[in-house]
């Protein structure tokens, strides 16, 4: 279950965002996790819930951005939404591909009283 080393980086990252400013809590974080990143978005909310007692995350909002997939054919340069990160291009049919979008898995703000 990679979710647990996840969250623990998230709450590591915040807590050093706090400690920069000269403290505060959190009370809003929003995360952007790709639907091909590979993350249980389930798994991961049931682990903060765990995780983020006690600490500078405890008690905030966390809204969660969930990129859809794109990807770029290497071959026909088709660019075509992937459900799965094995997806050929619908055009063309070959595997090889750059993706978009979709394996994002970044914090993208943090709002601190």
């Given at each position: 279950m990679h979710e647990l080393s996840i969250v623990t980086s998230i709450i590591k990252t915040a807590k050093k965002e706090v400690e920069t400013i000269g403290g505060g809590k959190i009370v809003e974080i929003y995360l952007e996790i790709g639907k091909l990143s590979g993350v249980e978005i389930q798994s991961l909310n049931f682990i903060w819930e765990l995780c983020a007692n006690g600490t500078v995350l405890q008690d905030s909002k966390v809204t969660i951005l969930e990129p859809e997939g794109s990807a770029k054919c290497a071959e026909c340069d088709t660019e075509f939404k992937l459900e799965k990160i094995y997806d050929s291009c619908p055009k063309c049919?070959?595997?090889?591909?750059?993706?978009?979008?979709?394996?994002?898995?970044?914090?993208?703000?943090?709002?601190?009283n």
């Amino acid at each position: 279950m990679h979710e647990l080393s996840i969250v623990t980086s998230i709450i590591k990252t915040a807590k050093k965002e706090v400690e920069t400013i000269g403290g505060g809590k959190i009370v809003e974080i929003y995360l952007e996790i790709g639907k091909l990143s590979g993350v249980e978005i389930q798994s991961l909310n049931f682990i903060w819930e765990l995780c983020a007692n006690g600490t500078v995350l405890q008690d905030s909002k966390v809204t969660i951005l969930e990129p859809e997939g794109s990807a770029k054919c290497a071959e026909c340069d088709t660019e075509f939404k992937l459900e799965k990160i094995y997806d050929s291009c619908p055009k063309c049919d070959s595997p090889f591909k750059n993706i978009i979008s979709g394996k994002e898995l970044k914090i993208k703000k943090l709002i601190i009283n």
